[in-house]
C-alpha cells in the first residue's frame, strides 16, 4: 500500500476504526476496576473485614486501568506515525 492509497482511508473506515478505539478503551479501563472491585467484595464477604478490600482493590483495579488505557494510546499513536 503506498503512501497515497493511506492518506486515502477517510470516511467510513477512520469512523470505524475511532469507534473500535474508543471501545478498546473503555472496556480496557472498565474491566479491571470491575473485576477490582468484585474481587474485593468477595473477598470481604470471607472474611468479613468491612470494606477494606472492596477499597484497596478498587484502587488497585483504577490503577491497572489507567496504565492499561495509556500503554494502548502509545501502541496507537506509535503505529500512526509510521
Known amino acids: 500500500m503506498t503512501k497515497e492509497e493511506k492518506n486515502k ?5 477512520a469512523g470505524l476504526e475511532a469507534l473500535t478505539l ?5 472496556l480496557t479501563m ?5 473485576l ?9 464477604g470471607k472474611l468479613g473485614t468491612g ?3 472492596l477499597l ?3 484502587c488497585l483495579g483504577i490503577a491497572g486501568g ?3 488505557a495509556y500503554r494502548q494510546i502509545m501502541l496507537v499513536t506509535k503505529h500512526k506515525n509510521r
Open 56 to 58: 484497596i482493590l478498587l
Open 36 to 44: 477490582g472491585a468484585v474481587a474485593g467484595h468477595w473477598i470481604d
Open 9 to 13: 482511508k477517510t470516511g467510513a473506515n
Open 22 to 26: 474508543l471501545t478498546q478503551l473503555g
Open 51 to 53: 470494606m477494606i478490600f
Open 66 to 68: 489507567i496504565i492499561g
Open 30 to 34: 472498565a474491566i479491571p476496576i470491575v
